[in-house]
C-alpha cells in the first residue's frame, strides 16, 4: 500500500506544469538582449566606418553647447572618427512582435539626432540596423531634422540603400586607394622594400589616413582590407617607424 502511494505522489510530481519565470528574470532577459544587440551594432558600424572613410572610429565625448555657468556641455557619442570631423550614432531599435507603435524608440532616435544636429562635424550619421525601425524612422522624421544628418540602413555589415542589395562589400572596392602599392610591390624585384611615408603617399598618389600615422595597428597584416594591398602580393609588413617608413617584405625571405 504504501509503495502505491509513493508512486502516486511521484507520479503528481511528474505531472505537474513547470514553474514560470519570475517576471523580474523575464525583464533582465530582455535587457540583456537588447544590450548585446546594441553592442553589436556598434561593433558592425565601426567596422563599417572604418572601412568606408579609412581611418579608426572610437567612442567620444564632444562638445554640443554651453552650460549656463559657461562650461562646455558633452556628449559620448557612440563613433567618432580621429580627426573628429565624422560623427555616428547607433541604434539597433527594432519593431515589437505586438506592433504597437515604437514611440519610446522614435523619441530615442530623434534624441541621437538632436546631439548630432548641435555636433562641429562635417559628417554626421545616424546608423540604424532594423529595415522596418528605418522604414518608420524616415517617414515621421522627414522635413524635421537637419539635412546635414545622413540616416544610413546597415544590414548584415553592409549599407543597403533601398535597392534591396545587401551584402559584404566586395574587398577590391576598400583596396582601389591602394592599388598602385599593390603594383608596385608586384613588380619590385627586390627582397625587402623600405619606403617612406612620403614614398608611399608618392606611389598611390594621395596622403595616408591620420591612423597610418599615429597607430602601428593600421600597418598589421591582418584584420584591414588594406591589408590585402601587399598580402595578395606575397609581402608583409616587417617594420614600421612610425610617421616615418614602413619596411616590406616578401613573405618568403627569412627573418
Known amino acids: 500500500m504504501a509503495r502505491k502511494e509513493k508512486q502516486k505522489d511521484e507520479d503528481d510530481l511528474i505531472r505537474l506544469p513547470p514553474m ?9 532577459a530582455k535587457m540583456s538582449s537588447s544590450f548585446e544587440r546594441g553592442r553589436h551594432a556598434e561593433e558592425t558600424a565601426k567596422k563599417w566606418l572604418q572601412e568606408k572613410f579609412d581611418t579608426s572610429f572610437s567612442e567620444r565625448k564632444l562638445q554640443v553647447g554651453l552650460k549656463l555657468d559657461g562650461k562646455p556641455a558633452m ?20 519593431l515589437t512582435r505586438s506592433g504597437n507603435s515604437p514611440s519610446g524608440k522614435i523619441s530615442n532616435a530623434y534624441e541621437a539626432c538632436s546631439m548630432l544636429e548641435k555636433v562641429s562635424a562635417k559628417k554626421k550619421l545616424l546608423v540604424l540596423t532594423d529595415p522596418s525601425f528605418y522604414g518608420i524612422f524616415r517617414r515621421c522624421s522627414e522635413g524635421k531634422i537637419s539635412r546635414e544628418i545622413e540616416i544610413v540602413l546597415l ?27 599593390e603594383e608596385y610591390l608586384r613588380n619590385s624585384s627586390e627582397q625587402i622594400e623600405n619606403l617612406t611615408y612620403e614614398d608611399i603617399e608618392r606611389i598611390i598618389g594621395t596622403k595616408l589616413p591620420l591612423s597610418a600615422y599615429r597607430h602601428r595597428a593600421w600597418w598589421s597584416n ?6 590585402k594591398t601587399w598580402s595578395n ?9 612610425i ?9 618568403n625571405e627569412k627573418m
Open 243 to 251: 610617421g616615418k617608413s614602413v619596411t616590406f617584405t616578401r613573405k
Open 222 to 227: 591582418t584584420g584591414h582590407p588594406h591589408a
Open 20 to 28: 514560470p519565470k519570475p517576471e523580474g528574470e523575464t525583464e533582465k
Open 233 to 241: 602580393v606575397h609581402w608583409k609588413v616587417s617594420s614600421v617607424d
Open 155 to 181: 544590414v548584415d555589415g553592409a549599407e543597403d540603400k533601398g535597392n534591396g542589395v545587401t551584402g559584404k562589400k566586395p574587398p577590391e572596392l576598400a583596396r582601389n586607394k591602394y592599388q598602385k602599392l
Open 75 to 94: 556628449h559620448n557619442f557612440d563613433l567618432v572618427s580621429e580627426d573628429s570631423q565624422t560623427v555616428a550614432e547607433v541604434k539597433s531599435h527594432r
